[in-house]
């Protein structure tokens, strides 16, 4: 803790939960009286639990970007004390380089779309297993979808030796509760999305329909924080990085900054839209260029791009989807 002028009052340590917040909190009241509290914590597990119980006792709280501050004061030495007053000098000099907080409306979006995210993988994995069991007892797999109707009969006349028969039967059970579950989210995610400000528009994008709607629009928030389309494109960590040295330019891969869900779900839209009218001629061109080995991979992340800069303007405006030079009915 620093005075106005930079002057140590205390320096301690406070347990990061709700008791020892709150208690801090009041011994702060009780010995400087109802002052003014500015506060800096770090961008860790748990800093917007700190944040949300500080500020409600009446702090003004800021999280500060772990990256940045490195930036703004490089250190030879890295210790808690020393990091502890970095932070609490940069906030008397209200030079935190704060990152943005989602309300608690936006965060519980966050969860439901990335909960669902959580689900859809591990029952992936289950089917993944049972696939792999199948190869490793020399079956053969004759349908189309083996957790269908036919499949789940095959998987019953099958011979698997235990514990492997055993462990198959759970994957299955497993697989039927993640599927009722996924179910039950995806009904409760689309009544949802009907009533989002964005998701309407977000689903005339070619590639974006409802389940990816309602991810992107929740990872991206408001959607005026972002001033341009490029500052849009750089928070999905789709941009190459920079490295230039007075001659020098060189591009190298991916930043994967930002939330990594907003990345996977305008991947998968851009799987899809790379076959559209709109970006089929861009995606052919920049696929043949590039070579078989990676030239795919790389026009479709140029894909994803172009719609995270689309999608800037669809929000910003209001307006479906529209690209320039589009038919009416390509509008439409």
């Known amino acids: ?90 906030s008397r000099r209200e030079l935190v380089p704060a990152i943005w907080l989602p309300s608690f409306e936006q965060r519980a979006e966050r969860e439901r779309a990335r909960w669902r995210l959580f689900l859809v993988r591990k029952r992936s994995s289950l089917k993944h297993r049972i696939h792999a069991q199948l190869l490793a007892f020399g079956h053969t797999c004759p349908v189309a979808d083996l957790f269908g109707r036919e499949g789940r009969e095959l998987l019953a006349r099958l011979d698997f030796p235990e514990p492997w028969r055993g462990g198959v039967l ?104 790379c076959r559209h009218p709109a970006y089929r001629e861009r995606y052919q061109r920049n696929k043949h260029r590039l070579g078989r080995q990676r030239g795919a991979k790389v026009a479709q992340v140029d894909i994803a791009r172009r719609l995270a800069e689309a999608i800037w303007h669809m929000l910003t405006r209001d307006q479906p989807f529209a690209p320039a030079g589009a038919t009416p009915a390509l509008a439409a």
């Open 170 to 273: 759970a994957a299955l059970a497993m697989i039927d509760d993640l599927d009722r579950q996924i179910v039950d989210i995806d009904r409760e995610l689309k009544a949802l999305g009907a009533d989002h400000p964005y998701v309407p528009t977000l689903m005339s994008a070619p590639g974006i329909a409802w389940v990816l709607g309602y991810t992107i629009a929740s990872e991206i928030g408001d959607i005026h924080r972002f001033s341009t389309p490029a500052k849009l494109t750089g928070y999905t960590g789709l941009c190459p990085r920079v490295y230039q040295s007075g001659s020098t330019d060189r591009r190298g891969p991916l930043t994967h900054a930002g939330p990594k869900y907003l990345r996977w779900a305008l991947m998968e839209a851009a799987t899809h839209a």
């Open 1 to 90: 803790m620093l005075d106005g002028e930079g002057g140590r009052l205390e320096l301690a340590a406070v347990p990061p939960d709700g008791d020892g917040l709150r208690g801090f909190a009041r011994g702060v009241r009780e010995r400087f009286g109802p002052v003014e509290v500015r506060t800096a914590i770090e961008s860790m597990n748990g800093a917007r639990f700190v944040h949300d119980t500080l500020e409600r006792c009446g702090w003004e709280v800021e999280v500060a970007d772990a990256q940045k501050v490195k930036g703004l004061a490089p250190l030879a030495c890295k210790t808690d004390r020393i990091d502890a007053w970095v932070l609490a000098e940069l």
